[in-house]
């Protein structure tokens, strides 16, 4: 790719520091990747202009919101026209209950984690929203037992 950044033991320690606490200090970083804060603060620089870093956020608890139940659904839909499937993903990225939506290759076509307060409301979003969209063939929901491994 050409645009390739190297990575050594350190910067890669630095990643692991920050992606645990986004917002830790400078001096606090430094001292825990065994570096002074002048050389972390230009290796943490270096990272976020080569876009290693591409931010940093607010890490959010679902269940402080309503939405403690999530609920992974795969959609397999039946058209084979670009303007349908732009006008699916459109819809479905606009519903404030998907938070996370994937087009995956094979099958199924899309994945969708949805985040929702209880098991009526995902009713109704899968009634009342997605499977009443014209494009949809097939939905198949999935419920967490337990989260083992929460992604970044």
Known sequence: MGNEVSIDAVDWEIL???????RLTNVELAKRVGLT??????RVKRLEEAGVIA???AVIDPEALGR???VLVDVEVGAGDLKTFEEFEATVAS??????????YGR????LRVAVANHAAYEAFLTSKLSG???VLRIESHLTMKKIKACD
């Open 16 to 22: 692991f520091q920050l992606r645990q606490d986004g």
């Open 37 to 42: 804060p002048p050389p972390c603060l230009r």
């Open 55 to 57: 931010g940093y956020r």
């Open 68 to 70: 403690g139940l999530e």
């Open 95 to 104: 519903f404030e209950e998907v938070v996370e939506f994937r087009r995956m």
């Open 108 to 111: 199924p076509d899309y994945f």
């Open 133 to 135: 969209l014209p494009a």
